[in-house]
């Protein structure tokens, strides 16, 4: 399997062993699952089900962000606790999840629950060196970590222009650097606070996901994912921070899924046109939206348009009709185009296309028995069943 490295900027051999280490960044539970949600985490989802017909293991780690700078404003703005916000939108979520036929993680910790191993990185990059703290706020010092910006491969004043526009803070004054970044926070008096050796608190966001990443795998991590928007600053911070402590490479492999644009313009709550999977599913079967999403390359960023769900309906037919069929052409050449294009890059449009093929094939006849029965497996592998009749208005409860 050859796969696109963010940090080498090519397609790569994935080199993984019989065991794979996953950890794919999750929600932050402040609000319902969307396309770019469900398009990043069918990217994972069929790179665990190819992985595993090639005969390795997989142990998936999805984390859950649930205390950050986003979902606490959220919850004082509605006027509940942030835990219960997160838990109504985590439930939302893997219902939506589920529907779509897309694995759950073997484990999938959540930020709270981790505030003792954060505590202990902080600490502990203070002690080396790495962090400095300044008006109660614990700061990484960039300028202790060469190899910060590896990953993006940004200029200095894009970091900065991005750190502004995702969550950052680089015009405050108490930073020696204005891409130093926040490890440990005073919280606001309405927020949730923890004790720690350097001041009552809580974490920053991207000390979240190092103490996660490597609570759960160890010092080194196989492959690390996420949407193409958590190059930088996130994944690039925990980078700095982690390899700072363990002196050792934090992952081998970093994998980004691109963005999904509504009709023209960017998909964001501020815009209002965010296409929410629940609705999708009142209007159409779960895998019907699944195909329709297979129809993208994780990393071309794509157009969603209102229609697109009707081309997924149609495959979902199409599919459907054939797996029902007596029998069709030799299967194996199809089989073989939709394994090789997962294994180049995790190119779903084309495997997408020779299962299309094949199902056409199938409805225009043949005398291969085997051959709808090989639909069904190949469909499996893209985690489509064909085993059922087509299902609507299986939205989530509101």
């Given at each position: 399997?050859?796969?696109?490295?963010?940090?080498?900027?090519?397609?790569?051999?994935?080199?993984?062993?019989?065991?794979?280490?996953?950890?794919?960044?999750?929600?932050?539970?402040?609000?319902?699952?969307?396309?770019?949600?469900?398009?990043?985490?069918?990217?994972?989802?069929?790179?665990?089900?190819?992985?595993?017909?090639?005969?390795?293991?997989?142990?998936?780690?999805?984390?859950?962000?649930?205390?950050?700078?986003?979902?606490?404003?959220?919850?004082?703005?509605?006027?509940?606790?942030?835990?219960?916000?997160?838990?109504?939108?985590?439930?939302?979520?893997?219902?939506?999840?589920?529907?779509?036929?897309?694995?759950?993680?073997?484990?999938?910790?959540?930020?709270?629950?981790?505030?003792?191993?954060?505590?202990?990185?902080?600490?502990?990059?203070l002690d080396s060196g790495h962090a400095y703290?300044?008006?109660?706020?614990?700061?990484?010092?960039?300028?202790?970590?060469?190899?910060f910006g590896q990953l993006c491969h940004y200029?200095?004043?894009?970091?900065?222009?991005?750190?502004?526009?995702?969550?950052?803070?680089?015009?405050?004054?108490?930073?020696?650097?204005?891409?130093?970044?926040?490890?440990?926070?005073?919280?606001?008096?309405?927020?949730?606070?923890?004790?720690?050796?350097?001041?009552?608190?809580?974490?920053?966001?991207?000390?979240?996901?190092?103490?996660?990443?490597?609570?759960?795998?160890?010092?080194?991590?196989?492959?690390?994912?996420?949407?193409?928007?958590?190059?930088?600053?996130?994944?690039?911070?925990?980078?700095?921070?982690?390899?700072?402590?363990?002196?050792?490479?934090?992952?081998?492999?970093?994998?980004?899924?691109?963005?999904?644009?509504?009709?023209?313009?960017?998909?964001?709550?501020?815009?209002?046109?965010?296409?929410?999977?629940?609705?999708?599913?009142?209007?159409?079967?779960?895998?019907?939206?699944?195909?329709?999403?297979?129809?993208?390359?994780?990393?071309?960023?794509?157009?969603?348009?209102?229609?697109?769900?009707?081309?997924?309906?149609?495959?979902?037919?199409?599919?459907?009709?054939?797996?029902?069929?007596?029998?069709?052409?030799?299967?194996?050449?199809?089989?073989?185009?939709?394994?090789?294009?997962?294994?180049?890059?995790?190119?779903?449009?084309?495997?997408?296309?020779?299962?299309?093929?094949?199902?056409?094939?199938?409805?225009?006849?043949?005398?291969?028995?085997?051959?709808?029965?090989?639909?069904?497996?190949?469909?499996?592998?893209?985690?489509?069943?064909?085993?059922?009749?087509?299902?609507?208005?299986?939205?989530?409860?509101?």
């Amino acid at each position: 399997m050859r796969l696109y490295c963010t940090a080498s900027r090519a397609v790569i051999p994935f080199e993984a062993g019989p065991k794979v280490s996953l950890y794919v960044c999750g929600i932050t539970p402040y609000d319902s699952t969307h396309l770019g949600h469900a398009a990043t985490y069918l990217t994972y989802d069929l790179l665990i089900r190819r992985l595993e017909e090639l005969g390795h293991g997989v142990r998936y780690v999805r984390n859950i962000t649930d205390v950050d700078d986003s979902i606490l404003p959220k919850a004082r703005e509605l006027g509940v606790h942030y835990l219960d916000l997160a838990a109504t939108e985590v439930a939302r979520f893997q219902s939506d999840m589920a529907a779509l036929e897309m694995r759950a993680p073997d484990v999938e910790p959540r930020a709270t629950e981790a505030i003792d191993s954060i505590v202990d990185l902080v600490a502990r990059l203070l002690d080396s060196g790495h962090a400095y703290m300044t008006a109660g706020t614990v700061y990484f010092d960039i300028s202790t970590f060469s190899g910060f910006g590896q990953l993006c491969h940004y200029p200095e004043e894009r970091m900065i222009k991005l750190a502004r526009a995702r969550g950052g803070n680089p015009d405050d004054p108490h930073r020696r650097h204005p891409l130093d970044f926040v490890l440990w926070q005073p919280s606001l008096d309405d927020e949730p606070s923890w004790r720690a050796p350097f001041g009552v608190g809580r974490p920053g966001w991207h000390i979240e996901c190092s103490a996660m990443a490597m609570g759960e795998h160890g010092e080194t991590v196989d492959l690390h994912g996420g949407g193409t928007d958590l190059i930088f600053p996130h994944h690039e911070c925990e980078i700095a921070q982690s390899e700072a402590l363990t002196r050792k490479p934090f992952v081998r492999h970093w994998l980004h899924s691109a963005m999904v644009n509504y009709e023209g313009e960017k998909m964001s709550k501020s815009l209002g046109n965010l296409v929410f999977v629940n609705d999708l599913r009142k209007k159409a079967d779960p895998r019907a939206i699944r195909l329709a999403l297979m129809r993208h390359h994780y990393r071309s960023g794509f157009e969603w348009f209102d229609t697109d769900i009707d081309e997924g309906i149609a495959m979902l037919n199409r599919l459907l009709a054939a797996a029902s069929a007596d029998a069709g052409p030799a299967p194996a050449p199809y089989a073989k185009r939709v394994r090789d294009a997962l294994d180049n890059d995790l190119d779903a449009p084309r495997a997408l296309e020779a299962l299309a093929d094949l199902a056409d094939a199938i409805l225009s006849g043949g005398t291969d028995a085997s051959a709808p029965m090989a639909l069904s497996e190949l469909a499996v592998l893209l985690g489509v069943r064909l085993d059922r009749p087509v299902a609507v208005g299986s939205g989530a409860p509101e």
